[in-house]
């Protein structure tokens, strides 16, 4: 720990030598940003947006970055005024879900879920729930290891 402090005040003089004398007691921490809009405003849209673009899913998590730039988008289309992250979590707050770390309990893109879905051929494509986009990789079904062996000893390839 005393060692972070040296390499710590060691930068502070390296700046101080660059920008001017600085301390520690001129840098003074931020106070909290107040909230700039009341979230009031997004209650209708957000709940509209909520049954249209996504579903519930217990025991799954969405990414709230992910579900926060589908909603600004589909503000954006609509012609409104997109929210910031901070109004977006009050939201989802007062709508009654649960999130830490960035994850949201429960509420996923359909597009995400219906792409993780198989097709008529037994495949399912991959997702990215943190991008909200999806990849053209395909990845086969499950092969179970009796269905494996079999296609070994027959030479069949499914």
Do not use: N
Request: glycine share 6%; with cysteine; proline share 7%.
């Amino acid at each position: 720990m005393q060692q972070q402090s040296e390499v710590l005040r060691r930068a502070l003089e390296a700046m101080a030598a660059i920008c001017g004398p600085a301390s520690m007691e001129q840098i003074e921490p931020r106070p909290p940003q107040p909230m700039l809009h009341a979230p009031e405003a997004w209650t209708e849209d957000f709940h509209r947006w909520a049954l249209t673009q996504c579903v519930f899913r217990d025991r799954c998590f969405g990414h709230v970055r992910a579900l926060l730039r589908d909603f600004c988008e589909w503000q954006l289309i609509r012609d409104e005024v997109p929210c910031t992250r901070s109004t977006f979590e009050v939201l989802l707050r007062d709508a009654g879900f649960l999130f830490a770390d960035g994850l949201v309990y429960g509420l996923l893109l359909k597009a995400d879920v219906l792409a993780m879905e198989p097709d008529d051929t037994g495949t399912v494509p991959l997702a990215s729930t943190v991008t909200g986009t999806i990849r053209e990789k395909i990845l086969p079904r499950a092969v179970s290891p009796t269905q494996e062996w079999i296609s070994r000893r027959t030479g069949s390839v499914r």
